[in-house]
């Protein structure tokens, strides 16, 4: 008998012997008597499926967890060669910065060396040329000062690419700064019989810029603009002041950009193909040294323009 | 014997050549150099590198200095600190000129004392001239 069923029967009956309880009763308890013994049975299958479970998740926990371990083990080597190689490429890129910097030292002193032999040629008093000879040595400058230029923009280029300058804030009257470089150009725009118009609104309040780096900009976009205008055109420089930003526009009415080449036009060593036929000499660096000093000032820079119509470029600044 | 020494005019003396030295070791700058100063007249001297540029400094108290960053040996930074450092030469003006643009450098030239920092290659003969005029003039 059950020890479940033995209690209760002494408990509620005084005996569990079967020969002292009704027979009617008899079968009743041994049917309760099965259900107990099958409920002991059934609950040992439970216990015994739930150990054999219990184990299967032991097991599988335990596998999942060397899983997991050999898991972050190769995130840490992959992020321990991910830093690694972070570090070499800052070192080579610093390396590329320093060779960049030795190279353009190298290039420069014979170019200098150049630049002052021609000019003393030209100003010679005792010895003067003749016209072709002077026209001569006038381009050998000019060619002269075009590779000093490109090595000056491959540094800014690359220092402005790896951050490694600093600016130089100086609270700038932006108006005479552009007033000036207009003044620049001008031996420029007479070559080629371009004029230069300039407006701004009154006033405008100086910003807190690199002057040098602006000026930078704006020759570069000004050399541009009278660069890619039909001879005896007109460029148009516009200050302007709205909702506490200041907008320089430069606007030329010359060979514009081709629709399809527009979003590549602040890529570096981008130029698009009516440019280059238009002027060969270039090496695409200008815009994007441009845009990058913009940026490093918190201003933007975007343009419009119509093939075969006009171009303008607008810088904006935040006051 | 007593040489024959022409006599010279008290109330006009010849005025001494202002003495000006230029530290820099590239032959080709230097004799595009020595032809365009030769024109203003001046006496110019001139070094390759730090040590002799100290001595020659000492020994002609030129009446300024003409100094490129990059020179062999001692650099031209570390000579500014040396001219500026002793008595009998920090008080001669110093223009830093070189072909390396770098800010650090330029903002340290400042610091240690120099007049000036012109990068040769965007600089002309002029400008120069103009600078090495204002300096020797003060």
Redesign the interface.
């Given at each position: 008998m059950h020890q479940v069923l033995e209690r209760q029967l002494k408990r509620f009956l005084g005996t569990s012997e079967l020969e002292k309880i009704p027979t009617e009763l008899r079968a009743f308890l041994q049917a309760v008597n099965d259900t107990y013994s099958h409920s002991d049975e059934d609950r040992a299958l439970v216990l015994r499926s739930l150990e054999l479970s219990s184990g299967e998740f032991a097991e599988l926990n335990k596998r999942l967890h060397s899983e997991n371990e050999i898991i972050e083990k190769k995130v840490r080597d992959r992020t321990e060669a991910l830093t690694k190689a972070n570090e070499e490429l800052q070192t080579l890129d610093k390396r590329k910065s320093e060779f960049l910097?030795v190279v353009?030292?190298q290039l420069?002193?014979?170019?200098?060396?150049i630049?002052?032999?021609l000019?003393?040629l030209v100003q010679s008093q005792s010895e003067p040329l003749s016209a072709k000879q002077k026209k001569l040595i006038i381009s050998c400058e000019d060619g002269n000062e075009r590779m000093?230029t490109i090595?000056?923009e491959m540094?800014h280029a690359d220092r402005i690419g790896t951050g490694t300058?600093?600016l130089a804030l100086v609270a700038t009257d932006i108006v005479a700064l552009i007033s000036d470089v207009i003044e620049e150009m001008s031996l420029l725009t007479t070559e080629r019989a371009i004029t230069i118009t300039f407006t701004h609104d009154t006033p405008i309040p100086t910003l807190m810029v690199d002057p040098e780096m602006i000026r930078f900009a704006f020759q570069n976009l000004l050399d541009n603009a009278i660069k890619y205008s039909q001879p005896h055109g007109t460029v148009e420089v516009r200050t302007e002041v709205r909702n506490a930003r200041v907008t320089c526009s430069i606007t030329d009415h010359g060979i514009g950009i081709p629709l399809d080449q527009q979003p590549y036009i602040f890529s570096r060593f981008f130029r698009a193909q009516n440019a280059i036929s238009a002027e060969p000499n270039g090496n695409g660096l200008g815009l994007s040294i441009v845009k990058s000093i913009l940026e490093k000032h918190g201003g933007t820079i975007r343009f419009t323009s119509e093939e075969k119509k006009e171009t303008t470029f607008y810088c904006v600044f935040t006051v | 014997m007593i040489p024959n020494i022409p006599a010279r005019e008290e109330n006009h003396p010849v005025p001494a050549k202002k003495k000006i030295l230029w530290v820099e070791d590239?032959s080709?700058?230097n004799n595009?150099?020595a032809?365009?100063l030769s024109e203003q007249h001046w006496e110019l001297l001139y070094a390759r590198e730090g040590v002799s540029a100290l001595q020659m400094a000492h020994k002609e108290q030129p009446d300024a200095i003409v100094l490129d960053i990059?020179l062999p040996g001692m650099d031209g930074l570390e000579l500014l600190t040396q001219l500026k450092a002793d008595e009998k030469t920090k008080h001669i003006p110093v223009l830093m000129f070189?072909?390396?643009?770098?800010?650090e450098k330029i903002a340290q030239s400042k610091t240690l004392g120099a007049e000036g920092f012109f990068?040769?290659?965007?600089t002309?003969?002029?400008t120069i001239i103009a600078e090495i005029q204002k300096v020797i003039s003060r």
């Open positions: 910097s353009a030292h420069r002193t014979p170019l200098t060396g630049k002052w032999a000019s003393m000093i090595v000056n540094l300058f600093e | 590239d080709f700058l595009i150099i032809q365009k990059l070189s072909n390396l643009d770098d800010q990068i040769k290659a965007v002309t003969l002029e």
